[in-house]
């Protein structure tokens, strides 16, 4: 019994549960922003940096994101502020607006 009270910390501190990331976070925009150069967007930044993300839960739904940003290549290193449209597909996390997607 003391094996599955071991697992379950396990997978909890390593985020290995299939609802760890029910709404998502930093890492999920920043990868699914990043998943969008295949598209070859001309708007799309290879220096995007996501720097601070705030979700909002929706009901089943994408999730609208308030996302805090730079461009690395730009000099001045400017913040951005936009709101995006996240919605797990069967890939994965998709971008459906905001950044990339005007």
């Known amino acids: 019994m003391w094996y599955l009270k071991f697992v379950a910390l396990a997978y909890w501190l ?30 799309h930044d290879p220096g995007l940096k996501v720097l601070e993300s705030k979700c909002h839960a929706g009901t089943g739904g994408p999730f609208l994101c308030e996302v805090k940003f ?21 890939e994965g996390w998709e971008l459906k607006s905001g950044l990339c997607k005007r």
């Open 14 to 43: 390593f985020g290995f549960l299939p609802f760890a990331e029910a709404v998502p976070g930093l890492s999920t925009i920043q990868g699914a922003y990043e998943r969008e150069a295949s598209s070859q967007s001309k708007l």
């Open 70 to 90: 730079v461009s690395v290549t730009d000099p001045s290193e400017r913040l951005y502020f936009d709101i995006v449209t996240v919605a797990r597909t069967a």
